[in-house]
């Protein structure tokens, strides 16, 4: 397994940018793909966006065009880079690591998970 842990979670306004860190550490980190999902209050976790090793990227329909993520194979670190943000994107963050092939999106594909930061967007 690898072990990883977000950061860069706030208070924001609507309109705002933020960016998720989620610093890895363990099994080779490049080999992999690296997912972000998130958890609203009183809702399911969901998938927000995923870069495989080889730099495919794919996004929910709710945050493509406004989200980005990308990944620095020497820090060992993915990102989330999150534009225009709106208060329907209050949520707690989560980076997952994911030995699968293919552009996984499902939560069963990952094995690896963080603990989560909060991102609050306010109107």
């Known amino acids: 397994q690898v072990q990883l842990v977000e950061s860069g979670g706030g208070l924001v306004q609507a309109g705002d940018s933020l960016r998720l860190s989620c610093a890895a550490s363990g099994r080779t980190f490049s080999s992999g793909a690296m997912g972000w999902f998130r958890q609203a209050p009183r809702k399911e976790r969901e998938f927000v966006g995923v870069?495989?090793?080889?730099?495919?990227?794919y996004y929910s329909a709710s945050v493509k065009g406004r989200f980005t993520v990308s990944r620095d194979n020497d820090r060992n670190t993915v990102y989330l880079q999150m534009n225009s943000l709106k208060p329907e994107d209050t949520a707690i963050y989560y980076c997952?690591?994911?030995?699968?092939?293919?552009?996984?999106?499902?939560?069963?594909?990952?094995?690896?998970w963080g603990q989560g930061t909060q991102v609050t967007v306010s109107s």
């Open positions: 870069i495989t090793w080889d730099i495919i990227t």
């Open positions: 997952a690591a994911s030995r699968q092939g293919g552009v996984p999106r499902r939560e069963i594909e990952y094995d690896s």
